[in-house]
T-cell receptor, first 114, second 111 residues
């Protein structure tokens, strides 16, 4: 497995502002992902963070709203831009480690937009 | 469209009973199956994986897979109040890094 940390763990933000969430892994990983989990819902994949190239976004998510960076194999950021109350959610970073068949999740960032 | 279906519950069982959580999936070429446990306010934690038809046991947990019926289940024996959580089923095809998650089943184990 891997130890994954996220910052901030939670935040309350005003409408129209932006928040950048950081994800740090204690080892180099092949793939990093960003998910959203809205209250009472399952996990929705936002994008795959690709090291050294643009992220791959899922249907319904765009780079202007959720810009992602991945400067190296252990770190990624997700920015939630021009926030609205509908963006209130838990945002989760996950990683896929070579040789292991599934994903491990970070502790999540709980975002409330007023 | 790949789908993973779970009954949202809540499933309520008394302490010491067997909790049975079920999951069906639509993609016949799925090869890897996972159960995650998610406590309220926490992130999902992998508790079981299964790749072949039959049963796989790990402590009080048993995962059961039937590919012909496209069905995977999780049994929790001697359920404890600490098992109260949402259990997410996840299914993945070979060569993909990204599983498809179900909505999860809420389990409540009452003393």
């Amino acid at each position: 497995s891997a130890v994954i940390s996220q910052k901030p763990s939670r935040d309350i933000c005003q409408r129209g502002t932006s928040l950048t969430i950081q994800c740090q892994v204690d080892s180099q990983v092949t793939m990093m992902f960003w998910y959203r989990q809205q209250p009472g819902q399952s996990l929705t994949l936002i994008a795959t963070a690709n090291q050294g190239s643009e992220a791959t976004y899922e249907s319904g998510f765009v780079i202007d709203k959720f810009p992602i960076s991945r400067p190296n194999l252990t770190f990624s950021t997700l920015t939630v831009s021009n926030m609205s109350p509908e963006d209130s959610s838990i945002y989760l970073c996950s990683v896929h480690i070579a040789g292991v068949e599934t994903q491990y999740f970070g502790p999540g960032t709980r975002l409330l937009v007023l | 469209q790949k789908e993973v279906e779970q009954n949202s519950g809540p499933l309520s069982v008394p302490e010491g009973a067997i909790a049975s959580l079920n999951c069906t999936y639509s993609d016949r070429v799925s090869q890897s199956f996972f159960w995650y446990r998610q406590y309220s306010g926490k992130s999902p934690e992998l508790i079981m994986s299964i790749y072949s038809n039959g049963d796989k046991e790990d402590g009080r947990f048993t995962a059961q897979l039937n590919k012909a019926s496209q069905y995977v289940s999780l049994l929790i024996r001697d359920s404890q109040p600490s098992d109260s959580a949402t259990y997410l089923c996840a299914v993945k095809t070979g060569g993909s890094y990204i599983p498809t998650f179900g909505r999860g089943t809420s389990l409540i184990v009452h003393p």
